[in-house]
């Protein structure tokens, strides 16, 4: 366990010591020199320290990290996808519980410790694939906090059964409800959402809803999430992923913001190539918990991602335009403290644009030390050069586990 990381550089700032004690950080000290006593010091050789990634919004049942490249089969719609996915996961050319647990292994060794990823439940699947995400949550588990969550890919509405395996689920061990594009997929909002709101009440867990649906109708959606999470007292519990749809500009974007920000519902993004982005500086400045994750990564749906949330965090200083150093720091705050803000409901939420928390005293030992000049320049290089800790213990190192 280490007890003091010596010489490094909390968000790119002056040189310091972080002292630890029980897996926190009880103190950010000036550095002065190297301490004598070198038992439980980590040398940090001037690098950043951050908080580790969260992964906000990730897909650890749908992946083929490591595995061959292969044509992109896909057709239009995520009907059509969930369809091309259903016919090909299970050939794959390694299991499904060992694709989720060395891609897991991957994103902790780049510097995630804190996991959301979805589990497709169906009645084709069934909780297959919830199994195999969960054996790789437990198989990293002195490594990463992972959150599953029992997601209903194909809807729930359209298959018989469907509800009962979203139930089973839950009943399995998924610690979170999920659902998906109530009008556009299910095409009967009210009885999706009252499906999904029902058992997040009787489960007493959170929700998070897949929302593709572009402009009014996406809108139109999401202003049923927020009259069910405040019906039902909710509000910090629900989550919406994705939501490019909801911010295409005028006086509509302010309102779904002031009704998010009232309802208290955070959002996650894959930052996407999309000609809408989510507004963050409007997001943040109203309160609103906004989360970084990776989604699918390499499967039947897409060739894009590859473990790495420092690689995802350039694709949203990227999608965003952002070029001036705060701006990217911001990204990458959103990419660990603002996904943890999720994740783990008792973190402190990002305040500003220019609020960098979790590297003080008080805050867990969950870091990653990055090589780099700024935390710009890390952005931009994706340095190999990192050192994970979990709780103050090293988990990975060079890209390696421990």
């Known amino acids: 366990m280490i007890t003091t990381i010596e010489a490094c550089r909390p968000w790119g700032e002056e040189l310091c010591d972080l002292h630890l004690v029980d897996g926190r950080i009880a103190a950010v000290q000036p550095h002065t020199g190297p301490s004598t006593n070198r038992d439980g010091v980590l040398d940090g050789r001037g690098r950043l320290v951050l908080p580790s990634f969260t992964d906000a919004h990730c897909h650890l049942d749908s992946n083929r990290v490591g595995l061959p490249f292969r044509e992109h089969t896909g057709g239009p719609g995520v009907w059509q996808m969930m369809l091309n996915d259903r016919a090909h996961w299970r050939d794959a050319e390694v299991s499904m519980t060992q694709r989720t647990t060395d891609l897991l292994g991957r994103m902790i060794a780049h510097g995630t410790t804190r996991v959301r990823s979805f589990a497709q439940v169906d009645v084709d699947c069934r909780l297959e694939r919830l199994e195999a995400v969960l054996a790789a949550k437990d198989a990293h588990a002195h490594r990463a906090d992972v959150e599953v969550v029992a997601f209903p890919q194909a809807g729930l509405l359209r298959e018989d059964g469907s509800v009962q395996v979203l139930e089973d689920a839950l009943r399995a061990g998924a610690q979170v409800i999920g659902g998906i594009d109530p009008c556009s997929l299910d095409r009967d909002p009210a009885r999706h959402l009252d499906i999904v709101f029902d058992l997040a009440e009787r489960y007493q867990v959170p929700v998070d809803i897949h929302l593709h649906e572009p402009g009014e109708l996406g809108r139109f959606s999401a202003s049923l999430i927020v009259e069910r999470t405040e019906a039902l007292g909710m509000q910090g519990s629900v989550l ?163």
């Open 240 to 402: 919406i992923s994705h939501a490019y749809g909801l911010f295409d500009g005028g006086a509509a974007t302010s309102q779904v913001i002031e009704d998010l920000a009232r309802a208290d519902i955070a959002l996650s993004t894959v930052a996407p190539a999309t000609a809408q982005r989510l507004p963050l500086q409007q997001l943040v400045a109203a309160g609103v918990r906004v989360g970084l994750g990776q989604d699918g990564q390499r499967d039947y749906w897409s060739p894009y991602g590859n473990g790495d949330m420092l690689d995802r965090t350039w694709q949203l200083a990227f999608t965003q335009g952002a070029r001036a150093d705060e701006w990217i720091g911001h990204c990458a705050a959103v990419a660990t403290m603002g996904g943890r803000s999720i994740v783990d409901r008792g973190s402190p939420r990002l305040s500003s644009l220019a609020d960098r928390p979790g590297v003080s005293a008080g805050d867990p030992a969950d870091l990653v030390l990055l090589a780099g000049e700024s935390v710009t320049s890390a952005v931009m290089d994706r340095p190999a050069d990192r050192t994970v800790l979990r709780g103050g213990a090293v988990v990975a190192d060079g890209l390696e586990l421990r």
